[in-house]
């Protein structure tokens, strides 16, 4: 490697894991920590059976899994103005990485409470409880248990997906890169360097979602075997 | 304390109970047997509402109600004075055996936490389990899982507690020591209605026997005159199956 690429490795390193801290991390953060509560929205409507709003929900999770998400990011950025509705580009990119990993999600934990015996419930009302001390007690923290890994899937997924952010102008991690390639034809060593940041983050989820299963795992006294 | 008249369910247009009379007093066992398919759990489970009755009634301490229409309110206010012992236990698998007996002391019956730890701690104790009040359901056995449901349905102070098969998805050393905690509960006078195939306990616990077979009651008798007296040989027959299957 020529002193010229390290040098240019070197000098673009903090600044693209600067804007890695402050605009990726947050991004995914935000927009992840909505899409949760879309999410286990969407799922109690459909398994509480709503009516009406369980063929909204059912609609709306159809819609978004049957696009594609750069199709969705640029919808809203470039599509939406011509309605008069513009939005910034951070808040509009939220919106759409919420909004979609919200319909994804909502099928994880939906498929995770469905998860939880039915006794669970039965034996909840025949102590007193009500539906919603049931839900909330019983059957959500144990849906949790088993959603974490896949939701922790999606959140690394998710920390990837936002470099198509770049798209519509949200100068992220890759919008950041692109610009020093752009500049100085560095592309390889560039490009590089940006993966290995997004891997570092990656890797610290992974430990994170290990430690948060051991977490969870010791709250249901061990695996919880269910018969 | 007990009346039922006329219970009637049906799943899909099949009719499982088909009229369904029955009766219990105070301080009452009442041993619920017949062959598999009968519709006992079911019979259970409508006593309790888990499932709606699409027909019957139900005078319960002294207050006659329609099964198929009482309210959500009005069967919780009953499930105060009822509990339920199911074959699979149900116990919370996310909380401690501790916290399976406070639950519904905290949570529906807005006891203070400490006097429900003390009332959950005497009902471990009485089931034989308070040394495992921490313990996760993933960390007992079947019969230790069963005797924290016990204690669970006992804390309650129910007046009466209901049994689906409390033994038989245990393994056979350990229907023993679920079995005594029952007998236990039966000489201290609790009311129970007990769906069992444990014969020898029937005769030995119970104070009567309602004998279910395709839906309806067969034979509804005090203990004794069931087993010594039985004319019906469709349950001489059922009776005799299961002794042999006990040797
Ligand atoms: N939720 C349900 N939906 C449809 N059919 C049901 C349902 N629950 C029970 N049944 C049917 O009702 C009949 C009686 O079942 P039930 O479980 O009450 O019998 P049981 O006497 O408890 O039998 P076992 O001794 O095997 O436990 C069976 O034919 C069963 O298939
Ligand atoms: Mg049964």
């Known amino acids: ?227 | 304390m007990l009346e039922i008249r006329g219970l009637k369910k049906a799943f899909d247009g099949h009719e499982i109970l088909k009229g369904v009379d029955l009766e219990l007093d105070k301080g009452d066992v009442l041993a619920v047997l017949g062959p598999s398919g009968g519709g006992k759990t079911t019979l259970l489970r409508c006593l309790n509402f888990l499932e709606k009755a699409d027909g019957g009634t139900m005078t319960f301490l002294g207050q006659e109600m329609d099964m198929p229409t009482l309210s959500r309110k009005e069967i919780a206010a009953y499930r105060r004075h009822t509990a339920f012992v199911f074959q699979s236990f149900n116990l919370f698998s996310n909380k401690t055996a501790l916290q399976n007996v406070t639950e519904g002391l905290i949570v529906a019956r807005k006891m203070p936490k400490s006097e429900a730890e003390k009332r959950a701690l005497a009902a471990l104790e009485r089931v034989g389990l308070a040394d495992k009040r921490d313990a996760y359901p993933s960390q007992l056995s079947g019969g230790q899982q069963q005797r924290v449901a016990i204690a669970r349905a006992v804390a309650g102070e129910p007046d009466v507690i209901f049994f689906d098969e409390p033994t038989s998805a245990l393994d056979p050393e350990l229907i023993g020591g679920v079995l005594d905690v029952i007998r236990d509960l039966a000489e201290d006078g609790m009311t129970m209605i007990v769906v069992t195939h444990e014969v020898h306990f029937a005769r030995n616990v119970s104070t009567r026997v309602l004998f279910m077979e395709d839906g309806r009651v067969l034979a509804a008798e005090q203990t004794a005159a069931f087993f010594e007296e039985q004319k019906n040989e469709r349950i001489q027959s059922f009776l005799r199956s299961l002794d042999r299957k006990d040797d």
Not at chain 1, 160 to 180: G, H, P
């Open chain 1, 1 to 227: 490697m020529s002193e010229r690429v390290l040098d240019i490795l070197i000098s673009s390193f903090p600044r693209i894991l600067g804007q890695g801290l402050l605009v990726t991390i947050p991004l995914t953060v935000i927009s992840f920590a909505l899409a949760l509560v879309i999410a286990v929205l969407c799922a109690m409507v459909q398994i509480a059976d709503v009516k009406g709003l369980k063929q909204i929900v059912r609609f709306y999770i159809w819609l978004i899994r049957g696009t594609p998400l750069l199709v969705q990011l640029y919808l809203v950025y470039f599509g939406l103005p011509d309605l008069g509705i513009a939005l910034p580009a951070f808040p509009c990119a939220v919106a759409v990485f919420a909004l979609n990993e919200g319909a994804y999600c909502a099928e994880t934990v939906r498929a995770a409470i469905e998860s939880v015996p039915k006794g669970q419930m039965e034996a909840g009302y025949c102590v007193g409880l009500s539906y919603i001390q049931i839900m909330r007690r019983i059957i959500l923290p144990q849906a949790f248990r088993t959603a974490f890994p896949p939701l922790s899937n999606s959140l690394i997924s998710m920390v990837k997906d936002t470099s198509l952010a770049a798209n519509i102008t949200v100068t992220e991690m890759f919008m950041t890169t692109q610009r020093v390639a752009g500049r100085t034809y560095e592309h390889l060593a560039l490009y590089a360097e940006v993966a290995l940041i997004y891997l570092l983050f990656c890797t610290v989820i992974t430990w994170l979602q290990r430690l948060g299963e051991k977490k969870l795992n010791a709250m249901n006294g061990g695996n919880v075997i269910r018969a």
